[in-house]
């Protein structure tokens, strides 16, 4: 029990709680497609299920003391406080889908959350990342209407 005071113990919580709310917004959506056998529901649940899964690997993880320190490979210094601005900007990119998708659209919304998770990572190029974004947005909306997936509007305000 000591072992779990000590250790990010709130780190598997909080992945077991995502998978969670993803498993449960599952059920919302589709689980079969018109074309194909396999909806949007199914692929939601299973992403929800797997982070239910490593949610519960890292608690086991976390119980039997095990440390965890950056590797070589993540080009990371050990001790070093995590970066709030970073971590906050890629959980505001998450958070800009739910918010702004329906109004917006996904071209416009890929484009921000591509930007903010840039920005991140630390780039400053802000207009290549909007466009990196729209075009990933945009290819991503005709590809997913060609698969026969409704995403909504192309841009919603203008009508379209």
């Known amino acids: 029990m000591t072992l779990l005071r000590k250790g990010p113990w709130w780190l598997g919580l909080a ?4 998978g969670a709310v993803c498993f449960y917004a599952s059920t919302e959506l589709a689980a079969t497609a018109q074309y194909a056998a396999i909806g949007p529901g ?10 239910v899964g490593l949610g519960v690997l890292l608690l086991i993880q976390t119980a039997r003391g095990e440390v965890f320190e950056p590797e070589e490979a993540e080009n990371a210094a050990p001790g070093q406080p995590m970066d709030k601005r970073a971590f906050f900007t890629a959980l505001l990119a998450a958070i800009v889908p739910a918010l702004t998708i329906e109004t917006l659209g996904l071209p416009l919304t890929a484009m921000l959350s591509f930007m903010l998770v840039a920005r991140a990572f630390g780039s400053k190029r802000l207009v290549p990342d909007l466009v990196a974004g729209l075009v990933l947005g ?23």
């Open 15 to 18: 992945v077991i709680l995502m």
């Open 42 to 51: 199914m692929f939601v649940a299973g992403v929800g299920l797997g982070l």
């Open 138 to 160: 945009v290819a991503s909306w005709f590809l997913f209407g060609k698969l026969g997936l409704q995403l909504g509007g192309f841009f919603p305000l203008a009508g379209m």
